[in-house]
């Protein structure tokens, strides 16, 4: 992708965008039930992380590794998740980290079926490896469910496009497919996309992995001291 002068984001800024916005989608569904303003700007944190999700799987020096820290930090997110929302460990609904994991899963078998993309049979059934993933999220109960693991595959399968092709074919997917109430808003997600410069910033890796748990357990510390108060 070539660089323009308006292209002025790196892949860490687009991460630390989309962490903010989730600070604000989850502060704002457990503790301003009113604000829906907060949850609109949470709209934009899953088109970005899964268009990083993509980014990292296409550029990870070793994608069996990728997939075992997010596999790892799955189950690490789990009780946190759990403790954020529900305020004990619940296994009804499981966080958003095994989606992406599954997600990451899919494309390594898809990729592997698919090979040179020549047989229009293995494409077809390397597709259904995804179709049959996305599936998957909905029995395990996975956060963003199936909406997660296409918009992840898009953006991987597009990612030889021009950049605002893929992008909007990735937003659009979740724009389109996620419209109720404050869903509204996901479509936003698209201008800080189009800024991203392709470029990876300064790394911060390990920061976004303990970010998601971290902050889902610091949310229920606050939930429980505003509770005891």
């Known amino acids: 992708m070539k660089n323009r002068n308006c ?12 962490m903010t ?7 704002g569904d457990l503790f301003f039930h009113d ?5 609109m700007i949470g709209r934009l944190a899953m088109p970005l992380f899964s268009f990083c999700i993509a980014e990292g799987y296409r550029y990870t020096k070793d994608r069996k590794k990728y997939l075992l820290r997010i596999g790892l930090f799955a189950l690490i997110s789990e009780i946190p998740f759990d403790l954020a929302f529900t305020g004990k460990i619940d296994l009804s609904h499981q966080n958003i980290m095994l989606t992406f994991f599954l997600s990451i899963l899919a494309l390594m078998i898809s990729d592997r079926i698919r090979g040179d993309g020549k047989n229009t049979w293995k494409t077809i059934l390397s597709y259904l490896v995804v179709l049959f993933t996305a599936i998957l999220t909905l029995v395990v109960k996975a956060d963003y469910t199936l909406f997660a693991v296409i918009a992840v595959f898009l953006f991987h399968i597009f990612e030889e496009k021009k950049h605002w092709i893929r992008c909007t074919v990735g937003v659009a997917f979740l724009a389109l497919t996620r419209t109720m109430g404050y869903y509204c808003t996901t479509g936003l997600s698209i201008i800080p996309l189009l800024l991203y410069n392709g470029k990876k910033g300064k790394g911060l890796k390990w920061l976004f992995y303990l970010f998601y748990p971290g902050h889902l357990l610091l949310l229920y510390l606050i ?3 505003l509770l005891k108060s």
Do not use: E, N, P
């Not at 292209?7 to 989309?18: E, N, P, V």
């Not at 916005?21 to 502060?27: E, L, N």
């Open 7 to 18: 292209q002025i984001l790196d892949g860490t800024m687009l991460k630390l965008i989309a």
């Open 223 to 225: 939930r429980v001291f």
């Open 21 to 27: 916005s989730m600070v604000f989608d989850h502060a």
């Open 35 to 39: 604000q829906l303003w907060m949850r």
